[in-house]
């Protein structure tokens, strides 16, 4: 775990690889959400599959600087269907976000290394697929099942 | 499946344009072929995403990647196409399988290549195979990275 990891909840931790345009890792963060675990998220967008997925883990990012990471994890797993840039700074309005700041932040090389050490940390972890948990050092890739569930509700 | 050390068997392929990759284009780079069992399984689509995600990484390193497939080359056209990948897809189809059976990746009661990687020098010898216990498994991309880290230790 890195100190600038985006980490939330406490209880076992789950290391999660997630591309924010990706069905599955929606569905992933709404059965996570109901578990009490420590949740690390961790950037993998795969663009040639989801062409905004770049662009939306640098604004997830951006969110985070201005302290909303999580806020703006919730918004954009919760409604993949409006991801253009005015959706962008509708959801920074509606979170009290700086939207210039915002806008700034976002197209940052600070933001774009960021993502992409996530990504190459997946990569040399052996994710091929989103999502992909990580507990106790095992990948589980795609939405977790019903065994993984039942183990982290305790 | 052929064993690293070998000579790479010649091959001659049309890609998903119907321009031919030959093994001699491959000389002087390192080379993944990726062969895959079909275009549209939902699988190798995960499969070369990722891949095409660390392209830049590896060309930095010399390296290229393809796909091989039992597929004609218009269908792998539209599969590149909806995966939005660069890769490029080679047709295995004709006559089938001729490519896959000299690598020993031929699985001859499905018609198809097995799931499996194989890392060609820039000299046109096998330096390095991986074939997961099951085509369902996925090769991750820090396989090839690891196979060219050994190469270059």
């Known amino acids: ?23 599955y890792c929606a569905k992933a963060n709404l059965l996570l959400a109901e578990l009490p675990v420590r949740r690390a998220f961790r950037h993998f967008p795969i663009v040639s599959k989801h062409p905004r ?5 640098h604004a997830l990012e951006a969110a985070g600087l201005q302290g909303r990471f999580w806020e703006m994890h919730g918004s954009l797993l919760g409604d993949q269907g409006h991801l253009d840039d005015p959706h962008l700074w509708e959801r920074c309005a509606r979170l009290g976000l700086d939207v210039g700041r915002f806008d700034a932040d976002r197209r940052s090389d600070a933001v774009a290394e960021r993502v992409v050490r996530d990504f190459r940390s997946g990569v040399r972890a052996g994710v091929m697929t989103t999502p992909t948990l990580f507990v106790d050092g095992v990948a589980h890739p795609g939405i977790p099942d019903d065994s993984l569930l039942a183990r982290l509700s305790g | 499946m052929i064993e690293a050390g070998a000579r790479a068997p010649d091959f001659s392929l049309p890609d998903q344009d119907g321009d031919t ?31 095409e995600e660390v392209l830049p990484e590896l060309r930095a390193r010399d390296a290229a990647v393809y796909g091989i497939s039992v597929d004609g080359a218009f269908a792998l056209k539209a599969f590149q196409a909806s995966i939005g990948t660069t890769i490029p897809l080679l047709s295995d189809f004709h006559p089938k399988g001729e490519v896959a059976q000299a690598y020993g990746v031929w699985v001859p009661e499905r018609g198809v290549a097995t799931r499996a990687l194989v890392l060609i020098d820039p000299d046109l010898s096998v330096r390095w195979t991986y074939r997961p216990p099951s085509p369902l498994e996925i090769p991750g991309a820090n396989l090839i990275f690891d196979a060219l880290d050994a190469v270059a230790a």
């Open chain 1, 1 to 23: 775990m890195g100190e600038d990891d985006h980490v939330r909840g406490d209880g076992p931790l789950v290391v999660e690889y997630a591309d924010l345009e990706c069905p």
């Open chain 1, 53 to 57: 997925a770049r662009v939306l883990a």
């Open chain 2, 21 to 51: 990759v030959s093994l001699k284009d491959l000389e002087g780079q390192y080379s993944v072929l990726a062969f895959f069992p079909a275009a549209f399984s939902p699988v190798c689509t995960d499969q070369l995403s990722v891949y």
